[in-house]
């Protein structure tokens, strides 16, 4: 796949075109269906006492730092290279990683459907362009997973690693936020406390995770597989994980 060039200015400002293109990556109108999905946070309500602002902010910060920037995050720095570079094995590689590491189906069904839903998009988006078809359909034979499909979305721009991963994990941390709000009384101002925390530690977080090497990406977070496990039966639930 041909794509633009990927560096940046000589004054390190992003191109306009690339910028917007993040933005609108990383917008809740995006049609992947994450608003759908909590990630264990409405079981986290039910079952691990998070019945506060600062609970769920904590718990938010700690699935940042734990689960993102250590797995899903690096495999969007991985993957962003690979479609850069038409290395479609290693795509491949990466996108079976994240099927291989969730641990509970909900999760997976998650990362597939949100995946899924990326290339569709992807691929209304290029109509008419060959060679970014070709690279999309190669994504949709995977099958794809979220964070290797949000790679090849953000991979024709000029933005680093470093913004993409800005882009991903803001993203997210709306998504989460929101079914915070949904899922307990939490006011709008709360919301944008929690989301105002999660901002100020997505930079080191994206930092961490652009750095980390395959051997040192890990899958491990009991907690949250655990809760999610138990989400699958919850009596009375709003979100689809």
Do not use: C
Not at 198 to 223: C, K, N, T
């Amino acid at each position: 796949m041909t794509t633009t060039a990927t560096a940046t200015p000589i004054d390190g400002t992003l191109p306009a075109a690339s910028l917007l293109q993040l933005i609108w990556l990383a917008s809740p109108a995006l049609p992947v269906g994450g608003f759908s999905y909590s990630e264990g946070l409405e079981s986290a309500i039910e079952y691990a006492g998070i019945d506060s602002e600062a609970a769920v902010a904590d718990w938010l910060l700690d699935q940042l730092h734990i689960a993102q920037a250590r797995g899903d995050m690096a495999v969007v720095a991985q993957a962003l290279h690979a479609w850069r570079s038409e290395d479609h094995a290693r795509a491949r590689a990466l996108n079976d990683w994240v099927l291989h590491t969730r641990e509970t189906s909900e999760l997976r069904l998650q990362s597939e459907q949100m995946g899924r839903s990326l290339a569709d998009w992807l691929r209304n988006q290029h109509q008419g362009d060959e060679e970014r078809l070709r690279a999309v359909r190669l994504l949709a034979a995977l099958p794809p997973t979220y964070p290797v499909a949000f790679a090849l979305a953000a991979s024709t721009t000029q933005a680093p690693a470093r913004d993409v991963l800005l882009a991903y994990a803001f993203g997210w941390a709306e998504n989460m936020v929101q079914a915070a709000l949904k899922s307990m009384q939490l006011g709008q101002s709360a919301g944008q406390r929690i989301l105002a925390r999660l901002a100020q530690a997505i930079p080191a977080a994206a930092d961490h995770a652009v750095q980390l090497a395959d051997g040192e990406r890990q899958a491990f977070s009991p907690m949250l597989a655990i809760l999610s496990a138990r989400h699958e039966t919850q009596y009375s639930r709003l979100f689809r994980s």
